[in-house]
């Protein structure tokens, strides 16, 4: 009985030693993958840098609404972090034009009386989003198609306008009253801003856009 336990031990070992010796990758081909990486992704910086605006601008909405995420990721650095603002305006436009999931993080800072905090808990109870002890409040946002005849990103329902770009930023309409935001250097939009019924105008608002 021990000899055989023992002899299916030294099975398994063997067979998890020879799938490990199969996954593993020589020095080799990690630098080949690597090298692939770096081609591919020049290439694709290549379209994005064409010097012709409406190829590039072409390439940037094709990529941003593939649905691959990696493409994604490429277009959206490549946008946010250009100097130039009207190709930054591009990316955030292809980007909501995406109907993307984006996530809201609210720091309310103080709330003067019960009302104001009853509010500001219901704004974000509407998403099915939480608040912290600390007034620190978190929802997820599903946008809904770009509508081009308003030049913005509709409500999950198809419905109201909810994201709208612009030179200035971008404005959000979670709850009826449009605010405005603006990217950071870390690929934030991010703004104080005031939420219907708290009788405050100093809560500070982020919108991660780089995942």
């Not at 379209?47 to 959206?76: C, T």
């Amino acid at each position: 009985m021990m000899r055989s336990l023992a002899t299916g031990c030294g099975l398994l070992v063997l067979v998890w030693s020879a799938a490990a010796a199969a996954q593993s990758l020589t020095v080799e081909e990690i630098r080949a993958r690597v090298d692939q990486n770096l081609r591919d992704l020049s290439a694709y910086h290549e379209l994005l840098a064409d010097p012709d605006p409406a190829r590039s601008s072409a390439a940037m909405k094709v990529m941003l609404e593939s649905g691959d995420v990696d493409l994604q990721k490429i277009a959206l650095d490549y946008g946010l972090y250009s100097p130039n603002p009207a190709v930054k305006r591009k990316a955030l436009e292809g980007f909501f034009a995406s109907e993307p999931r984006v996530e809201v993080f609210v720091n309310a800072g103080r709330l003067h009386t019960s009302g104001n905090r009853d509010n500001y808990l219901r704004a974000f109870a509407q998403y099915g989003g939480s608040v912290d002890a600390e007034l620190k409040g978190y929802f997820t946002w599903k946008l809904g198609k770009f509508d081009p005849e308003q030049n913005c990103a509709l409500d999950s329902e198809g419905k109201e306008c909810a994201v709208r770009v612009t030179d200035s930023g971008v404005s959000l309409r979670p709850w009826g009253e449009w605010l405005l935001l603006a990217p950071d250097e870390e690929g934030n939009l991010t703004g104080t801003v005031s939420i219907v019924g708290t009788n405050s105008s100093n809560h500070r608002m982020s919108v991660p856009i780089r995942q």
